[in-house]
Structure formats: structure tokens, C-alpha cells
């Protein structure tokens, strides 16, 4: 069975663009989530989505936001691009709305110039 | 809120045993869930404990104590491989975010 795929797995993008990101989970999977991973604040979560749904919402701004599609493939954007942002952005997946065992893909580096 | 201490760095000889610990401040949650995660790599899914008391998987075993508010991942054998960084997390009833990772422990095994 394929893993989690992420694409594109490096960008570098100048500060005020925006960014979309976009994860495809393991088939059979329904429960996607991400996360943002910097050397200072760790794993960070940023939001879950689950049957087309987002069920949760991390502390971030709004200018983080995503989506998920009917065949459980994500996506995230993020408008107006601060240096901040820099970091690597980690999808997950799991068989249901209980994240104690997710599977993640090997991440989006997002460099912000 | 939530918070989850782990040490940052740990260095440990190849064929040792290494405890990794993990103390939390949480007021719900339930399990914790331990992940392992290379240079570079995607962090990888190693153990979960839903109750109090030790799991073991191979040459890692978890261990929780509810009523202490701490938990350890167990490494036994140690091998060079075993050098990487090591998250727990603790899958909470409530709230915006279902999981928090504590910052993670740098494992280093040397020969």
C-alpha cells in the first residue's frame, strides 16, 4: 500500500505570496492532518479534516486554511507569506477521526524569502 | 493548557538501554503515543498506551503511569539506527487540537 504523498516536497516563496499545498493520504484513510514543524516550537498542528469536514483548528491565523476533497486528498494554503512561515509542513493520515496512530508523508520545506 | 517535557538530547552507547521520558500537564486525554523521526525523514508511528502499565513492540517497549503524570519510551539493544529524534504526544478529549507533541528528543547512539 502507497504511503502519504506530499507535493511539492521543497518551495521557496517571497514573503506576501501565498502557498498551496497538497497532501494525498493512504487509500482508505478518511482522516487527514497537518502539522507545522519548525526547530523552535516542534510539531504544531494545524488542522484536521475528516469526511470533507474540518473537525479541528489549531491556534494558528487565518491565513492558514485548507480543504479536503471527497477522495480524502488535502490541501492547505497559506495567503500573505511571512518569513515566519518558513518551515516544514507535515501531512498525516489515519483510518479514522482518532489521530493515535497517523501515518505522515515526508513533508513540503517551505522557504519564505 | 497542554504541556509535554522531554529531554532534548540523550546520548546513549550502541547495545545499551536508553529511557526516554516523558512528563505531561494535561487535564484529559486518552493515550500517549510515541513517534521517531530521522534527519530529514518523516516522523514514524512507534507505540501507543491507552492504559496505564508497559507495551512492548520488539526492542521498544512504552510505558504510561496516569496517577504520575509520566511516561518513557524504552530502548533496548541499542543500534546506530536507533540515532534519530523522539516525540511523545498525548491524544487529548478535547479542545482545537486533538494531538500535542511534546519538542522531541535528540538520541544520539555512539560506538
Known amino acids: 500500500k502507497a504511503g502519504v504523498t506530499q507535493t511539492p516536497r521543497y518551495l521557496i516563496k517571497t514573503r506576501g505570496q501565498q502557498v498551496t499545498l497538497s497532501c494525498s493520504p493512504i487509500?482508505?484513510?478518511?482522516?487527514v492532518s497537518w502539522y507545522q514543524q519548525t526547530p523552535g516550537q516542534g510539531l504544531q498542528f494545524l488542522f484536521e479534516y475528516f469526511s470533507e469536514t474540518q473537525r479541528n483548528k489549531g491556534n494558528f491565523p487565518g491565513r492558514f486554511s485548507g480543504r479536503q476533497f471527497s477522495n480524502s486528498r488535502s490541501e492547505m494554503n497559506v495567503s500573505t507569506l511571512e518569513l515566519g512561515d518558513s518551515a516544514l509542513y507535515l501531512c498525516a493520515s489515519s483510518l479514522d477521526s482518532g489521530p493515535y496512530e497517523q501515518y505522515f508523508g515526508p513533508g513540503t520545506r517551505l522557504t519564505v524569502t | 493548557g497542554q504541556s509535554l517535557e522531554q529531554p532534548s538530547e540523550v546520548t546513549a552507547v550502541e547495545g545499551a538501554i536508553v529511557q526516554i521520558n516523558c512528563t505531561y500537564q494535561?487535564?484529559?486525554?486518552?493515550?500517549l503515543s510515541w513517534y521517531q523521526q530521522h534527519d530529514g525523514g518523516a516522523p514514524t508511528f512507534l507505540s501507543y498506551?491507552?492504559?496505564?502499565g508497559l507495551e512492548e513492540t520488539g526492542r521498544f517497549s512504552s510505558f504510561l503511569s496516569r496517577s504520575d503524570s509520566y511516561g518513557y519510551l524504552l530502548l533496548q539493544e541499542l543500534q546506530m539506527k536507533d540515532s534519530a529524534s523522539y516525540f511523545c504526544?498525548?491524544?487529548?478529549?478535547?479542545?482545537?487540537?486533538?494531538?500535542?507533541f511534546g519538542k522531541g528528543t535528540r538520541l544520539s547512539v555512539i560506538a
Open positions: 498506551n491507552a492504559l496505564d
Open positions: 494535561t487535564s484529559g486525554f486518552y493515550g
Open positions: 487509500s482508505g484513510h478518511r482522516s
Open positions: 504526544a498525548v491524544l487529548l478529549h478535547s479542545g482545537n487540537t486533538p494531538l500535542v
